[in-house]
């Protein structure tokens, strides 16, 4: 296989089809992903129930990828990206459908989950029919691109879905885009016809018997691939974690600071401004094989950060300028990293790679909020909260290091090698 050209035999025009039927999934996913908290308030006056009872609602999606990433994602590397692809979509289509339908809370639960493993499943295998058109000089930057749709869905969700909410009832927010997801997974079915059905793994010398790391799901543990699988899911989880942490209690911080509601709404939102940026900037230097380095230095600036925002007066320029700079390092990183595990796994491992990677990075994604809810609990000082901070961005920091000492992502035949 060559490093230097896509994998699978596609046209320019095809691969540039597929990238933009990609980025749509991605948008129409973030917005799927994004429409469920702006319903809450409705929905609690509607039913006569608690806001709060909607809590393992709202965590379901959460819950799903994990689940979908790690048992169903690596079906891809088995059965085909075309078909997990456009199966994955296809559930996603019914379940964002019924949760339209759905009378309860209960029921809005398993909807929501179905939505969010059918998610999981579907995402990493997206990402990785792009590992697979597109030349390795672009690739991260593509990947990176593509990936820019789930935030931009998501923050489309709270204009365009309340619009939706208001002409049309809380049923439309999801009635809508269940619809164009079919659509898109009529076009995704047609466009992947090209691929394919399956990859084809490299040949080997014969094996004598079974092991455990022949179960798709675990293969990224096998032999070779276990200390950058360590590492890789390693900083996924820290970055997670920092991220979450940082957007879930952020306007809280603010408004504790000083800030009014307002400000403190627009300076959160440069927060994802600054990882699409920081995003598209780090793949840049991923396709140009200077991953560790790109990285590290990101986490470098989160950390001066953090520290500036303890010295420096809460007003929206300063800490607004502040907050765009941590946003491009944790926010850019959780959108470049996918691209990284086209450097370390072979094509055949892509999916399950990612799949585990996103898995173990749901623990961090679920602890960021968890700690924050403790520090706000204890009324911490804004200052005290960001220094907090400071210890997962170290652990993001030490995964970073330990990639560049085992030489995993910074040369061209890194993938290739075990």
């Known amino acids: 296989m060559s490093e230097t050209g896509a994998i699978s035999p596609v046209s320019k025009g095809q691969a540039l089809l597929i990238g933009i039927l990609c980025f749509a999934i991605m948008i129409v996913d973030g917005y799927d992903i994004g429409a469920m908290p702006i319903i809450v308030v409705h929905l609690a006056e509607r039913w006569q129930v608690d806001p709060a009872s909607f809590g393992p609602a709202l965590s379901a999606v959460v819950i799903g990828l994990g689940v979908g990433a790690f048992f169903f994602a690596p079906l891809g590397d088995k059965l085909g990206r075309r078909l997990t692809v456009v199966g994955s979509l296809a559930i996603i289509t019914a379940a964002t459908l019924g949760t339209a339908s759905a009378g309860s809370v209960s029921a809005l639960f398993w909807w929501r989950l179905l939505t969010g493993t059918a998610l999981g499943a579907c995402l990493p295998n997206v990402l990785a029919v792009l590992t697979e058109i597109v030349p390795a000089r672009r690739r991260a930057s593509v990947i990176a691109l593509v990936s820019c749709g789930i935030p931009i869905g998501a923050a489309s969700a709270g204009g365009i879905g309340a619009l939706i909410m208001v002409a049309q009832g809380w049923q439309a927010v999801f009635v809508i885009p269940g619809l164009l997801m079919l659509a898109l997974t009529l076009a995704v079915a047609l466009a992947l016809r090209t691929l394919p059905a399956a990859p084809k793994a490299v040949k080997t010398e014969q094996k004598a018997g079974w092991r ?24 996924f989880c820290f970055n997670a974690l920092s991220m979450y942490m940082l957007t879930s ?14 400000a403190a709404s627009m300076v959160a939102a440069i927060v994802q401004l600054g990882g699409l940026f920081g995003g598209l900037l780090l793949a840049t230097q991923i396709d140009r094989q200077r991953t560790s380095g790109a990285l590290f230095a990101g986490y470098a600036v989160v950390a001066l950060g953090l520290i500036g925002l303890t010295l420096a007066p809460p007003s929206p320029a300063v800490w607004g300028t502040i907050l765009l700079l941590i946003g491009m390092g944790v926010g850019g990183a959780h959108i470049a990293l996918p691209a990284v595990a086209a450097n370390i796994y072979p094509t055949t491992m892509l999916s399950a790679g990612i799949g585990l990677a996103v898995t173990v990075a749901r623990i961090g994604a679920m602890a960021g909020p968890m700690l924050g809810a403790a520090l706000i609990a204890r009324n911490v000082s804004a200052g005290a909260f960001f220094l907090t901070l400071l210890l997962p961005v170290a652990g993001c920091a030490l995964c970073v290091l330990a990639f560049a000492r085992a030489r995993l992502v910074d040369r061209p035949e890194g993938r290739e090698t075990a």
Not at 213 to 235: E, K
Not at 249 to 262: A, D, H, R
Request: charged share 10%; net charge positive; glycine share 10%.
């Open 249 to 262: 209690w952020l306007p809280t911080v603010l408004q504790k600071s000083g800030f009014t509601f307002i």
């Open 212 to 235: 455990w790391t022949d179960i798709p799901v675990l293969a990224p543990l096998g032999r070779g691939y276990a200390l950058r699988t360590a590492i890789f899911s390693g900083l």
